[in-house]
């Protein structure tokens, strides 16, 4: 065989070859950024929850602040801001309840962050958005436990579908459809709410001072053992004294503790009104049970208080 038979020969082997090459590496290029999925981290457990209902298994969310451990108390090492760093998004609360963000800009922190309060009404006026100050605004607005009303939780629910929309415009009816399929969990669980507090008297005890969105959205009124949006205060004896004052006025029997909570607290107050202590949670730290169960065990327990 002359030297341009075997020329063309070896061409003829080669290109096909090369072809298929290309042809490999340009689909696992494609495979992979079909494969990819949206890296996000939730500051507690509630958006963590959200995230994931929203996400299903196009997005990898995990949780920031460790399971058990109360979010009030935490704060980031450096390794987790190392983590937050190669996060696509991270999502929080808001309204200062993540007081750990204002020191993220002293480390030039360059993640997405997302507030999930944002055009989320209240008596006064619009929350303010991420970029604003947030212990300013926990300052004004006191109370940050916005995802105890399901009223605001929808809204929550809709700023995470439209964050993960705008990072992954592929897969944006895919969230969006989500978050309306969550949207009317929450509308069902709202109407229940309403429904079934209706007509049932209106004070209750909480035990720290995280139901005010809850109570404003249902016609209630919360008086608080620990007047704090953070559980760990200790009361005073001259709270204690009032707290129990409170609950003769209003023929009150039923004092709410909290799972992270030292029982013992509800308990002196309740054994003083000849009453019992029962869970009121704020849904801050997971647990075996969803969102929406803890929601209506809080309803079965408010009722029992209340009706």
């Not at 004004?140 to 705008?166: C, E, M, R």
Request: with cysteine; net charge negative.
């Amino acid at each position: 065989m002359n030297q341009t038979k075997l020329a063309i020969l070896a061409i003829s082997i080669i290109i096909p070859l090369s072809s298929l090459a290309v042809y490999a590496t340009d689909s696992k290029i494609q495979q992979d950024s079909i494969n990819s999925k949206l890296s996000v981290m939730a500051s507690f457990y509630p958006l963590y929850e959200f995230a994931q209902q929203i996400g299903h298994d196009r997005v990898d969310v995990t949780l920031l602040v460790p399971v058990g451990v109360e979010p009030h108390d935490w704060e980031p090492t450096i390794q987790d801001v190392q983590k937050m760093q190669k996060a696509d998004l991270i999502i929080i609360n808001g309204i200062g309840f993540e007081s750990w963000i204002d020191h993220l800009d002293e480390i030039n922190f360059q993640g997405t962050i997302i507030d999930t309060s944002y055009g989320i009404n209240d008596q006064e006026s619009i929350i303010i958005p991420a970029e604003s100050d947030h212990k300013e605004h926990m300052q004004k607005y006191g109370d940050p436990h916005i995802w105890l009303n399901p009223v605001f939780a929808k809204t929550q629910v809709q700023n995470i579908a439209d964050a993960f929309s705008n990072h992954d415009p592929q897969n944006k009816k895919f969230y969006q459809q989500n978050a309306q399929n969550y949207k009317i969990e929450l509308d069902a669980l709202d109407k229940k709410i309403r429904n079934e507090l209706s007509g049932c008297k209106q004070d209750f005890v909480a035990f720290h001072d995280a139901f005010s969105f809850f109570a404003d959205e249902y016609g209630l009124i919360q008086h608080a053992i620990i007047l704090s949006n953070s559980p760990h205060v200790e009361p005073t004896a001259r709270t204690l004294e009032d707290v129990i004052n409170t609950a003769r006025e209003f023929n009150i029997k039923v004092i709410f503790t909290e799972e992270t909570a030292d029982p013992r607290t509800s308990q002196i107050i309740a054994n003083e009104i000849d009453g019992k202590i029962l869970v009121l949670s704020p849904i801050e730290i997971g647990n075996d049970s969803n969102y929406i169960s803890r929601m209506n065990q809080n309803l079965n327990n408010l009722k029992e208080a209340l009706c």
